[in-house]
């Protein structure tokens, strides 16, 4: 089971200035420690957990246009991008950017929007839940039109149409830029991740709670004729544990799920400070995970 972290807090000690070289300095620590997956958080506020929207939050794609040139070998993506934030042909163009100039560690991350704070606060249309996930599916068949050179355009979904599906550079990855599907939504989630999805995300709520979400994906595979294996399944723990530096207690937590085929544990520390922990805990989290395979 290999390590990941998501960045999710911007509030630095320092203040705002001191931004640039935390996150670079993360990003250094994360490789130094053998952890194969960063992330930031991709909204406009801050989380209500976090310091609600009054608190420090960087634009998703820019930072991680940083974290590329300040790191060589970590998988690169949001956690995840709401489908309502950017247009799909833009999304995809910027997915593509961050593909082409971190050398092909670009994760697209995506999941279908739900802070209605901040649409409203920044004037962004906030659709029902439903038409939100429609968008998702079209979102999804655009980003992969986009990514195949054989087929330029055009794409005429019910919400989104163009008339020209160019992609110019084309992603370094191959075939293509790595897709995940956040969430964990048994009807309409998981069905996304079967039919469209190279990874999905699930919070680390209990290992049996986990497992059934992993077997209802596996039943949409079968439905969809998809290969459930090739699918990469990541968990994100945001336990007490990995904040407060425990790794006794961290392994204690995560033990259950190694025999369920998770190839990723997320760690989500609540700190503006995550290189100094990456040192403290994450390397040796890293190696007594290790060791737990």
């Known amino acids: 089971m290999h390590v990941g972290v998501h960045i999710n807090r911007f509030d630095h000690p320092e203040g705002g200035g001191a931004l640039r070289d935390e996150l670079a300095a993360a990003g250094a620590a994360a490789e130094a420690a053998g952890v194969n997956w ?8 801050q989380m209500e957990f ?3 929207a009054e608190a420090p939050m960087l634009e998703a794609y820019t ?16 956690l995840v991008t709401g489908v309502t934030y950017r247009h799909p042909g833009l999304l995809a163009k910027i997915a593509t950017t961050l593909d082409v100039l971190s050398g092909g560690r670009a994760t697209l991350g995506i999941g279908a929007a739900w802070y209605d704070r901040e649409h409203h606060g920044l004037g962004v249309p906030y ?4 038409e939100r996930f429609e968008r998702l599916e079209e979102t999804l068949l655009i ?3 986009m990514w195949d050179p054989e087929n330029n355009g055009p794409f005429e979904g019910r919400y989104y149409q163009l008339a020209e599906t160019l992609c110019v550079p084309p992603p370094v990855s191959s075939p293509r830029p790595e897709i995940l599907v956040g969430g964990g939504g ?8 079967a039919r469209y999805a190279d990874a999905c995300n699930l919070f680390a709520t209990t290992p ?4 059934h979400k992993l077997d209802v994906l596996r039943r949409h595979c079968d439905d969809a004729d998809r290969d459930y294996d090739i699918i990469r399944k990541t968990v994100t723990y945001s336990g007490e544990p990995a904040t407060v530096g425990d790794v006794d207690g961290f392994t204690s937590d995560i033990s259950g799920y190694t025999k369920l085929g998770i190839d990723t544990v997320i760690l989500a520390p609540r700190t503006g400070t995550t290189s100094p922990w990456m040192e403290t805990f994450v390397a040796p989290a890293v190696r007594r995970l290790a060791e737990l395979d």
Do not use: I
């Open 186 to 193: 048994e009807k309409k989630t998981l069905r996304l991740v």
């Open 143 to 145: 980003c992969l039109q």
């Open 38 to 45: 960063l992330s930031v958080m991709d909204h406009y506020f």
């Open 63 to 78: 930072t991680l246009g940083y974290l590329a040139a300040r790191t060589s070998t970590v998988q690169l993506g949001a």
């Open 127 to 130: 659709p029902p839940l439903a």
């Open 208 to 211: 049996e709670e986990v497992a």
């Open 50 to 52: 976090n310091g609600g």
